[in-house]
């Protein structure tokens, strides 16, 4: 019996549009949405990684899903990422997410606490207690200093509200093992693995590249669906390079930023501190990665403009992102 998927399968890791003092864009934020998702995209997770969660208040967490929920109209499903490596702040945010209208919940595995995973198997099970949305699993051991076992993903599968895993791991045999020993969904969860891992029976990604370009990625997962593994090689060959200037020399968010902001997609390409801009070299090694993108669906860097002196540096937001 194959899991319903109430995701959709291209999802974007959202940007969170910012002025240049670091306040939140709500005008931008609500262009970005809908930019994503007429470009192609089943679903957004807001308040994720990429949109930058760690420094995000939670009243702003809680305005990221009721906006996307108003712009996307039901076009999209609005997804709450984070939300916490604390399990009594992730299981409030949990709540209010649902209450605020999210169609789903993405949990990462608590970062820097580095619990056994009789506590990872815990935490997950109390925020899936919480509310009757699915939930997704987010396993990226390079950020949270800890992985998600296979024995505790097979553990976890057993909740009936969690129903799917981002994969930010890249043990392909594991995600086999698991893709036949459950029901689980599987997204990738690091841009350059899309195509590898749909090749084996992954549902979709959760990508970042996608904020640039979802057109590609939609190509890529209906060739897929249609088993046609030409077209989707394709797509996976001519995003390389686009992948590569967003994904390998600054945070992703960062190059994110740097280049819709080049692309006159959003006002500035301010991230908050800890996050600053590309260094000079940085923004050189973007740029040349960028020069080596071809025929890019919904991508075009012909009037690309970059702004170094725009993206240098980082904010401080007035209001500190609080945990209660």
Same mark, same amino acid.
């Given at each position: 019996?194959?899991?319903?998927?109430?995701?959709? #399968? *291209?999802?974007?890791?959202?940007?969170?549009?910012?002025?240049?003092?670091?306040?939140?864009?709500?005008?931008?934020?609500?262009? !970005?949405?809908?930019?994503?998702? /007429?470009?192609?995209?089943?679903?957004? *997770?807001?308040?994720?990684?990429?949109?930058?969660?760690?420094?995000?208040?939670?009243?702003?967490?809680?305005?990221?899903? *009721?906006?996307?929920?108003?712009? $996307?109209?039901?076009?999209?499903?609005?997804?709450?990422?984070?939300? $916490?490596? =604390?399990?009594?702040?992730?299981?409030?945010? @949990?709540? #209010? $997410?649902?209450?605020?209208?999210?169609?789903?919940?993405? @949990?990462?595995?608590? +970062?820097?606490?580095?619990?056994?995973?009789?506590?990872?198997?815990?935490?997950?099970?109390?925020?899936?207690?919480?509310?009757?949305?699915?939930?997704?699993?987010?396993?990226?051991?390079?950020?949270?200093?800890?992985?998600?076992? +296979?024995?505790?993903?097979?553990?976890?599968?057993?909740?009936?509200?969690?129903?799917?895993?981002?994969?930010?791991?890249?043990?392909?045999?594991?995600? $086999?093992?698991?893709?036949? #020993?459950?029901?689980?969904? +599987?997204?990738?969860?690091?841009d350059a693995n899309t195509l590898p891992l749909l090749s084996i029976g992954a549902t979709g990604l959760i990508g970042v590249t996608a904020n640039i370009a979802s057109q590609p990625y939609r190509t890529m997962v209906d060739a897929v669906n249609a088993g046609d593994l030409r077209t989707a090689t394709d797509a996976h060959q001519r995003l390389e390079p686009l992948v590569r200037a967003t994904m390998t !020399?600054?945070?992703?968010?960062?190059?994110?930023? +740097?280049?819709?902001?080049?692309?006159?997609?959003?006002?500035?390409?301010?991230?908050?501190?800890?996050? *600053?801009?590309?260094?000079?070299?940085?923004? @050189?090694?973007?740029?040349? =990665?960028?020069?080596?993108?071809?025929?890019?669906?919904?991508? /075009?860097?012909?009037?690309?403009?970059?702004?170094?002196?725009?993206?240098?540096? &980082?904010?401080?937001?007035?209001?500190? &992102?609080?945990?209660?």
């Amino acid at each position: 019996m194959e899991q319903d998927n109430p995701f959709g #399968q *291209v999802l974007v890791a959202l940007v969170t549009p910012m002025t240049h003092d670091g306040e939140v864009d709500w005008a931008g934020v609500e262009k !970005h949405i809908d930019d994503v998702i /007429s470009a192609g995209a089943d679903g957004i *997770v807001v308040t994720g990684t990429t949109g930058e969660t760690s420094t995000l208040t939670d009243a702003e967490k809680l305005k990221l899903v *009721v906006v996307g929920k108003e712009v $996307s109209a039901g076009r999209a499903k609005i997804i709450t990422g984070g939300p $916490s490596n =604390e399990t009594a702040h992730a299981i409030q945010l @949990a709540k #209010q $997410s649902a209450d605020a209208g999210a169609d789903g919940v993405m @949990a990462v595995t608590p +970062y820097y606490n580095k619990p056994t995973q009789a506590g990872v198997l815990t935490h997950f099970r109390m925020i899936a207690d919480a509310t009757d949305l699915p939930l997704i699993l987010y396993d990226i051991p390079g950020r949270t200093g800890i992985p998600i076992t +296979y024995e505790t993903i097979l553990r976890l599968a057993k909740h009936p509200n969690i129903i799917a895993v981002k994969d930010a791991k890249g043990d392909l045999a594991q995600v $086999s093992r698991v893709l036949n #020993q459950t029901e689980l969904l +599987y997204f990738s969860g690091d841009d350059a693995n899309t195509l590898p891992l749909l090749s084996i029976g992954a549902t979709g990604l959760i990508g970042v590249t996608a904020n640039i370009a979802s057109q590609p990625y939609r190509t890529m997962v209906d060739a897929v669906n249609a088993g046609d593994l030409r077209t989707a090689t394709d797509a996976h060959q001519r995003l390389e390079p686009l992948v590569r200037a967003t994904m390998t !020399h600054v945070p992703g968010t960062v190059a994110t930023k +740097y280049i819709l902001h080049g692309l006159g997609r959003i006002k500035s390409p301010r991230v908050r501190l800890p996050l *600053v801009g590309p260094e000079e070299w940085e923004a @050189a090694l973007i740029e040349d =990665e960028l020069d080596l993108v071809r025929d890019v669906e919904g991508a /075009s860097f012909t009037n690309f403009r970059p702004d170094r002196n725009a993206a240098a540096g &980082g904010a401080l937001p007035r209001i500190p &992102g609080t945990t209660r």
